[in-house]
């Protein structure tokens, strides 16, 4: 009899969180300002191997500079980002940090409409060359295997010849997290990855997520708290770029302070 995996728990999720102490990610004192406005003060977190961690916090706390600064978009004024513990990512280009292992996601998906699922995942796979480029080029056996599980894990494999903008924003959602996964990314950065989605497609993506999470080290920000719930590992709430507070999604909604300026009573 094939062995189920066993069922997803925080108690899991903790266990995991304790096997995997070995950071992938560390940020050291950032400090990030735009024209005078502190965007990140001092910041300083670390992200674990295969950790699914969850950055959450009011409008304005810095958590789209946060990936800005990891994915060399924006250079901070001061401290360092460190990937595996060695290469400060902070002394790269966007690119380089990209082939090192590092993809993102935004917020609204970013496709390909007039190219089928597939021609997306194959542009996004030979990302080095011009879109018409990667479409001439031949695919080897690897590249289409990867190309048919990643749409197989998706629940797009019978989307596959449709055109990109025809899909539901759900399903377009879903198919940019793919155009990530096929480049075989170590850290992925995920912005509000739930929005707009239907009932369904977010517990789907928390499935989802719970899945890739181990093989990849992921970092959600996002403000759906059910959302949050059903995938962290880890939570950390960040207010005026600086953390807040950090642990549990229960320790940290029993945070005074997190109560006081971003959850409410």
Known sequence: MTEQPLPYTRALATDRYRRQRDPILQLDGISVSFDGF??????????????????????????????????????????????????????????????????????KPTVFDALTVAEN?????????????????????????????????????AERNRLA????????????????????PHVLLLDEPAAGMSDAETAWTAELFRELAGRHSMMVVEHD??????????VTVLHQGQVLAEGSLAQVQADERVINVYLGR
């Open 38 to 107: 502190q965007a990140l003060n001092n910041l300083s977190f670390e992200i674990g191997v295969g950790e699914l961690r969850c950055v959450i916090g009011p409008n304005g706390a810095g958590k789209t500079t946060l990936m800005d600064v990891i994915t060399g978009k924006t250079r901070p004024d001061r401290g360092r980002v460190l990937y595996d513990q060695s290469v400060d990512l902070t002394q790269m280009d966007p690119v380089a940090i990209a082939r090192r292992g590092i993809g993102r996601k935004f917020q």
């Open 121 to 157: 995942l194959e542009v996004a796979q030979k990302g080095d060359k011009s879109v018409w480029a990667c479409l001439r080029a031949r695919l080897n056996s690897e590249q289409r295997d990867r190309i048919d599980e990643t749409l197989a894990l998706l629940r797009l494999g």
């Open 165 to 184: 903008g025809a899909l539901s924003h759900g399903q377009k959602q879903f198919l940019e997290i793919g155009m990530l996964l096929v480049q075989q």
């Open 225 to 234: 708290m059910g959302f949050v719930e059903s995938i962290a590992d880890r």
